[in-house]
Protein backbone atom coordinates (compact mmCIF):
# COMPACT_ATOMS: atom_id res chain seq x y z
CA UNK A 1 0.00 0.00 0.00
CA UNK A 2 1.35 3.20 -0.76
CA UNK A 3 0.30 6.89 -0.52
CA UNK A 4 1.91 9.58 -2.68
CA UNK A 5 1.18 13.15 -1.81
CA UNK A 6 2.43 15.61 -4.48
CA UNK A 7 1.72 19.66 -5.28
CA UNK A 8 3.74 20.77 -2.54
CA UNK A 9 5.50 24.24 -3.46
CA UNK A 10 6.20 27.78 -2.52
CA UNK A 11 2.90 29.88 -2.56
CA UNK A 12 2.24 33.71 -1.96
CA UNK A 13 0.11 35.04 0.75
CA UNK A 14 -3.84 34.78 -0.92
CA UNK A 15 -2.53 32.02 -3.53
CA UNK A 16 -3.95 28.46 -4.10
CA UNK A 17 -2.10 25.32 -4.53
CA UNK A 18 -4.21 21.91 -5.08
CA UNK A 19 -2.40 18.88 -3.27
CA UNK A 20 -3.19 15.18 -4.33
CA UNK A 21 -2.37 12.01 -3.16
CA UNK A 22 -2.52 8.99 -5.21
CA UNK A 23 -3.56 5.77 -3.18
CA UNK A 24 -1.86 2.46 -4.46
CA UNK A 25 -2.81 -1.22 -3.38
CA UNK A 26 -5.86 -0.06 -2.10
CA UNK A 27 -9.42 0.92 -3.75
CA UNK A 28 -10.35 4.93 -2.43
CA UNK A 29 -14.02 3.61 -2.32
CA UNK A 30 -13.29 1.08 0.78
CA UNK A 31 -11.16 3.72 2.84
CA UNK A 32 -11.19 7.26 4.72
CA UNK A 33 -8.68 9.83 3.06
CA UNK A 34 -7.43 12.34 5.49
CA UNK A 35 -5.10 15.28 5.17
CA UNK A 36 -2.98 15.83 8.34
CA UNK A 37 -0.46 19.09 8.34
CA UNK A 38 2.61 19.63 10.35
CA UNK A 39 4.19 22.81 11.02
CA UNK A 40 7.83 23.40 11.88
CA UNK A 41 8.01 22.99 15.73
CA UNK A 42 4.37 22.10 15.82
CA UNK A 43 2.29 18.47 16.44
CA UNK A 44 0.70 17.02 13.74
CA UNK A 45 -2.64 18.44 12.96
CA UNK A 46 -5.64 17.07 10.94
CA UNK A 47 -7.09 19.33 8.06
CA UNK A 48 -9.79 17.12 6.27
CA UNK A 49 -11.10 14.31 5.54
CA UNK A 50 -13.81 12.30 3.36
CA UNK A 51 -14.82 9.22 4.32
CA UNK A 52 -15.52 5.99 2.18
CA UNK A 53 -19.14 7.14 1.58
CA UNK A 54 -18.50 10.87 0.40
CA UNK A 55 -19.14 12.48 3.73
CA UNK A 56 -16.80 15.30 5.21
CA UNK A 57 -14.65 16.78 7.98
CA UNK A 58 -13.08 19.91 7.39
CA UNK A 59 -10.86 21.64 10.49
CA UNK A 60 -12.24 24.96 11.98
CA UNK A 61 -9.06 26.54 10.75
CA UNK A 62 -9.16 26.11 7.09
CA UNK A 63 -13.37 26.11 6.70
CA UNK A 64 -14.24 28.34 3.94
CA UNK A 65 -10.44 27.73 2.42
CA UNK A 66 -9.72 24.55 1.81
CA UNK A 67 -11.68 21.92 0.54
CA UNK A 68 -11.07 18.25 -0.15
CA UNK A 69 -12.62 16.13 -3.06
CA UNK A 70 -11.92 12.77 -4.55
CA UNK A 71 -11.85 11.30 -8.09
CA UNK A 72 -12.23 7.18 -7.65
CA UNK A 73 -11.68 6.28 -11.40
CA UNK A 74 -7.93 8.06 -10.83
CA UNK A 75 -7.82 6.37 -6.84
CA UNK A 76 -6.75 9.93 -6.04
CA UNK A 77 -8.06 12.19 -3.02
CA UNK A 78 -7.31 16.42 -3.80
CA UNK A 79 -6.97 19.20 -1.12
CA UNK A 80 -7.09 22.53 -3.15
CA UNK A 81 -5.93 25.48 -0.51
CA UNK A 82 -7.06 29.03 -1.03
CA UNK A 83 -6.59 32.11 0.46
CA UNK A 84 -3.14 30.53 1.91
CA UNK A 85 -1.50 32.21 4.55
CA UNK A 86 2.06 31.95 6.27
CA UNK A 87 0.43 29.82 9.32
CA UNK A 88 -0.54 27.33 6.28
CA UNK A 89 3.40 26.81 6.25
CA UNK A 90 3.63 22.99 6.91
CA UNK A 91 4.38 19.62 5.11
CA UNK A 92 0.97 17.99 4.09
CA UNK A 93 0.51 13.89 4.49
CA UNK A 94 -2.40 11.90 3.39
CA UNK A 95 -3.27 8.75 5.21
CA UNK A 96 -5.93 5.89 4.93
CA UNK A 97 -8.50 4.55 7.88
CA UNK A 98 -11.33 3.02 8.83
CA UNK A 99 -13.68 3.26 5.60
CA UNK A 100 -16.93 4.72 7.34
CA UNK A 101 -15.35 6.87 9.87
CA UNK A 102 -15.06 10.64 9.83
CA UNK A 103 -12.64 11.37 11.84
CA UNK A 104 -9.09 13.55 12.41
CA UNK A 105 -7.38 10.88 15.40
CA UNK A 106 -4.56 9.69 14.00
CA UNK A 107 -5.19 6.34 15.41
CA UNK A 108 -7.62 5.38 13.34
CA UNK A 109 -5.43 6.02 9.86
CA UNK A 110 -2.96 2.43 8.79
CA UNK A 111 -1.60 3.38 6.05
CA UNK A 112 0.25 7.07 5.77
CA UNK A 113 2.38 8.79 2.64
CA UNK A 114 5.30 10.98 2.96
CA UNK A 115 3.95 14.28 2.70
CA UNK A 116 4.49 17.72 0.56
CA UNK A 117 5.58 20.56 2.10
CA UNK A 118 3.76 24.04 1.63
CA UNK A 119 5.43 27.22 1.94
CA UNK A 120 3.75 30.58 2.10
CA UNK A 121 5.49 33.36 1.77
CA UNK A 122 5.88 36.77 0.32
Known amino acids: VQLQASGGGLAQPGGSLRLSCILS????????IGWFRQAPGKEREGVSC???????HVANAVKGRFTISRDTAKNTVYLQVNNLQPEDTAVYSC?????????????????WGRGTKVTVSS
Open 50 to 56: ISADGRL
Open 95 to 111: AAGTGLLVTMDENDYLY
Open 25 to 32: GIKLEYWT
